[in-house]
């Protein structure tokens, strides 16, 4: 049985309002990663992340360095447990 990884991301600094959420989706789509992305209402970003541990490692280091525009102060990741299964990956408000 294949281990599946999960981390979920939260990403501070200037990370709304600079195509965040779709560059996250994109590169989680690249990467075969399934989960969520969404804006948090202090102004973060949160995504939690599920696949391969490279995968998601990859999309993690998307994440700390942000689309142009954008700049992250910090990316706090807790890696833990599968806490349930997604059906591809999506943005949510």
């Not at 999309?59 to 591809?88: I, K, L, Q």
């Amino acid at each position: 049985m294949k281990v599946i990884a999960e981390a979920r991301v939260v990403v501070s600094g200037r990370v709304q309002g600079v195509f965040f959420r779709a560059s996250t989706r994109d590169t989680a789509a690249r990467n075969g990663v399934r989960g969520f992305v969404r804006n948090l209402p202090d102004g973060r970003v949160e995504a939690v992340l599920q696949g391969d541990r490279g995968a998601v490692e990859s999309v993690v280091a998307f994440m700390r360095e942000g689309p142009p525009g954008a700049y992250v102060e910090a990316a706090d990741v807790e890696w833990r447990p599968a806490t349930e299964a997604f059906d591809g990956f999506s943005v949510r408000r």
